[in-house]
Nanobody
């Protein structure tokens, strides 16, 4: 069983930044692709960014050039740096650990972009 705990959400003005963090139980980064997803009110959960075991990253078109996913294997941490935030980035952000046949989710952290 993998446990994921997100933090770092909050309220920020348009154009501002937030840094989300996710701590994973145990040393799982060598076995799982890590990702960030988000779910806005009334919408389906969608992919934001992923990072593979080897460090290859992938981003949704809507966040390319603004968001950066990274991880610290020694600390069992994965991060999402979000810059130039827009109101449409408002959502609950979820950390995910995935490998074939297994997927684990954190409880989510709210990010709100509003003036």
């Amino acid at each position: 069983q993998v446990q994921l705990v997100e933090s770092g959400g909050g309220l920020v003005q348009p154009g501002g930044s937030l840094r989300l963090s996710c701590v994973a139980s145990g040393n799982i980064f060598s076995m799982y692709t890590m990702g960030w997803y988000r779910q806005a009110p009334g919408k389906q959960r969608e992919l934001v960014a992923t990072i593979t075991r080897g460090g290859i990253t992938n981003y949704a078109d809507s966040v390319k050039g603004r968001f950066t996913i990274s991880k610290d294997n020694a600390k069992n941490m994965v991060y999402l740096q979000m810059n130039r935030l827009k109101p449409e980035d408002t959502a609950v952000y979820y950390c995910n650990a995935w490998r074939v046949g297994l997927s684990f989710w954190g409880q989510g952290t709210q990010g709100t972009v509003s003036s």
